[in-house]
């Protein structure tokens, strides 16, 4: 069989000045050699400068419109355990199982995995943090709070459990729980009651935690759904600097992210699309055994990602927030007394994502 080389040409793209340039050089011999007349050269030149004017506008309009940020994912850990949480206590990870509520833990390279402790098994799901010391609160002990609102103390070496407080609420929780390293709470942990999904109870009740384990009623915060998250805002951070943050999860559409500050008040600061899940504040900090960056907990692929800090730079002190099934992710930051939400795009391969957790570990 013969075959046909096929040969493409290509066109040199030129300015619309050289454009202009051409069409007068053009002009300049036709009325020399007499095969224009003057009218119809002026109306030749006139559209052509019309066209360029456009040209210049569009390509002008194209180079101002900025590019979606895009976040770059790799796999950090195959974990095997289906997760709800992954917490990085300066010296070592921990992830939580979905329902069993057991705790493990690996080194800064996220495997292998083995046993750090064990907590009452029930659904739905348990979160812990790191105390970061000071304020009464012995540095790196581990507090995780349970389903059924019971805030638990963990040693650094995970040998000792024991109940450290109990939050006055007979609903089941998802186990929102984050330290006040601001202070508008008086640097106390902060607890969050409420279940994503869920319309009953719609929203939840936020509680502070002294180190004493002495309980204090804060507000509480709508629905409709609860949150499995609670972070707390910057410093930097506006109108709502140093107030918790909570996104109540209703489900697959009409979700919010709401403040709540110490009084109890509440404001919602921009609504998703989808329920949200995984939130973490970019905050600065000193540099540790853990490469510094954004760790993110997925229950079905029992995965952690991971995405280098160098990416979230320009979003210092601001939230990132995940959904739970669609693996959305923005960047929440204030622009005045309101708030800018910036979609991210991601490079994640197709799966069906239970985004549960992020933690984000400065450096």
Not at 16 to 26: E, F, K
Not at 214 to 229: I, K, T
Not at 247 to 275: C, E, F, H, Q, Y
Not at 331 to 337: A, M
Request: proline share 7%.
């Amino acid at each position: 069989m013969a075959h046909t080389k096929l040969v493409i040409g290509t066109t040199k793209r030129r300015s619309p000045t050289a454009l202009v340039r051409t069409a007068l050089a053009d002009g300049r011999r036709a009325r020399g050699g007499g095969d224009l007349e003057g009218g119809l050269f002026t109306h030749s030149l006139r559209h052509l400068l019309v066209l360029s004017v456009l040209s210049a506008a569009l390509a002008a309009s194209a180079a101002a419109a900025p590019e979606r940020p895009a976040l770059h994912f790799k796999v950090f850990a195959r974990t095997g355990i289906r997760l709800t949480d992954v917490v990085w206590t300066g010296s070592r990870f921990l992830y939580v199982e979905n329902t069993t509520n057991a705790v493990s833990a690996a080194g800064p390279a996220g495997t292998p995995v083995r046993k750090f402790a064990s907590l009452p098994k029930m659904s739905e799901e348990t979160r812990c943090v790191v105390s970061p010391g000071g304020h009464s609160f012995p540095a790196h002990r581990i507090y995780c709070h349970t389903p059924d609102n019971k805030i638990y103390q963990l040693s650094r070496n995970g040998k000792r459990v024991s109940v450290f407080a109990t939050l006055p609420n007979t609903s089941q929780s998802d186990g929102a729980l984050v330290f006040d390293t601001v202070g508008r709470f008086g640097y106390r942990l902060v607890a969050a009651t409420g279940r994503s999904g869920h319309s009953k109870p719609a929203g939840g009740a936020v509680y502070t935690i002294g180190a004493t384990g002495h309980v204090r009623f804060v507000g509480n915060y709508a629905g409709p759904g609860g949150s499995d998250e609670i972070a707390i805002a910057a410093r930097g951070f506006g109108a709502v600097a140093g107030w918790a943050l909570l996104g109540p999860d209703p489900g697959a559409s009409n979700a919010a992210i709401v403040a709540i500050n110490p009084s109890g008040r509440m404001r919602t600061l921009a609504k998703l699309p989808t329920g949200p899940n995984p939130i973490a504040v970019i905050a600065p900090g000193r540099r540790s055994a853990a490469t510094a960056g954004l760790y993110l907990a997925d229950t079905n692929t029992r995965t952690i990602y991971f995405a280098r800090a160098a990416q979230l730079a320009p979003y210092r002190g601001a939230v990132i927030i995940g959904s739970e099934l669609k693996a959305d992710f923005w960047i929440l930051r204030p622009r005045g007394r309101r708030f800018q939400l910036l979609k991210l795009a991601s490079d994640l391969p197709p799966a069906t994502y239970n985004f549960e957790a992020a933690s984000y570990v400065p450096g």
